[in-house]
C-alpha cells in the first residue's frame, strides 16, 4: 500500500520568511496530492491541491510542486503570517480520490 | 450546506463499553471515509466506502471495530467493547469522488 512521510516534523519560522515542507510517497499510481491544513481543535481542511500531470500550481502566498520521478511534492509559503500556524499534512490518493493515505504531519509555528 | 456532520462531539465511556460514532457526509457526495487521529500516529485511514459499499477496510485495528453504510446519507463507525488505548479523534471526510475530502468536525472519544 501508499507509504506518505513528511519532513520536518516541527518548523518555526520568522513572520515574513518563507516556509517549505516536503514529502515522499511509494506508490506510482497515486496520482492526486492534496495538503491541509489543521488548525488546534479544528477539523482539516483542504488549502491545495495538484494533480500528476501538472508540475506546479500556486494560489496566492501557497504554491505546491510535484516531480513525479522523484516521488516527492513539496508545499511553499511565503510571506508567513502568525495565523498560517498550523499542522499541516500532505496526502496522496490514486484514482483521483479513492484512498487517501496522510503523511505524519509538520507543526508550523511562525513567530512574531 | 451544513458540511459532514458528526455526533457525538464528545464521548467519555468506560473501557469495555461499546461506542458508536455517527456521520452523515455531504449530500450528493459518494465516497465516505473514517479517519482516527493521534498524536502518535497522526491521521490513520480506517475505513472507506463508495456509493456505500465498503472497499477498504485493510486499516481497521481489530474485529472491535466495524463499520456501516446503510444509506448514502449516513455512516457508523462502532467499537465494541472499547479499551483505553482506543482514545483518539475520530474523524468521518466525504467526497464528491473528485478528489476533494471534506471532514467532520471530529469526534474526541475517551475511553478510561
Known amino acids: 500500500g501508499e507509504n506518505v512521510e513528511q519532513h520536518p516534523s516541527t518548523l518555526s519560522v520568522q513572520e515574513g520568511d518563507s516556509a517549505v515542507i516536503k514529502c515522499t510517497y511509494s506508490?506510482?499510481?497515486?496520482?492526486?496530492f492534496p495538503w491541509y491544513k489543521q488548525e488546534l481543535g479544528k477539523r482539516p481542511q483542504l488549502i491545495i491541491d495538484?494533480?500528476?500531470?501538472?508540475g506546479e500550481k500556486k494560489d496566492q502566498r501557497i504554491a505546491v510542486t510535484l516531480n513525479k520521478t522523484a516521488k516527492h511534492f513539496s508545499l511553499h509559503i511565503t510571506e508567513t503570517q502568525p495565523e498560517d500556524s498550523a499542522v499541516y499534512f500532505c496526502?496522496?490518493?490514486?484514482?483521483?480520490?479513492?484512498?487517501?493515505?496522510f503523511g505524519p504531519g509538520t507543526r508550523l509555528s511562525v513567530l512574531p | 450546506d451544513a458540511g459532514v456532520i458528526q455526533s457525538p462531539r464528545h464521548e467519555v465511556t468506560e473501557m469495555g463499553q461499546e461506542v458508536t460514532l455517527r456521520c452523515k457526509p455531504i449530500?450528493?457526495?459518494?465516497?465516505l471515509f473514517w479517519y482516527r487521529q493521534t498524536m502518535m500516529r497522526g491521521l490513520e485511514l480506517l475505513i472507506y466506502?463508495?456509493?456505500?459499499?465498503?472497499?477498504?477496510d485493510s486499516g481497521m485495528p481489530e474485529d472491535r471495530f466495524s463499520a456501516k453504510m446503510p444509506n448514502a446519507s449516513f455512516s457508523t463507525l462502532k467499537i465494541q467493547p472499547s479499551e483505553p488505548r482506543d482514545s483518539a479523534v475520530y474523524f468521518c471526510?466525504?467526497?464528491?469522488?473528485?478528489?476533494?475530502?471534506?471532514f467532520g468536525s471530529g469526534t474526541q472519544l475517551s475511553v478510561l
Open positions: 471526510a466525504s467526497s464528491p469522488g473528485s478528489e476533494k475530502l471534506f
Open positions: 506508490d506510482s499510481a497515486s496520482n492526486y
Open positions: 495538484i494533480r500528476s500531470n501538472v
Open positions: 496526502a496522496a490518493s490514486n484514482n483521483y480520490g479513492q484512498n487517501f493515505v
Open positions: 449530500s450528493g457526495h459518494n465516497s
Open positions: 466506502f463508495n456509493n456505500n459499499v465498503p472497499i477498504d
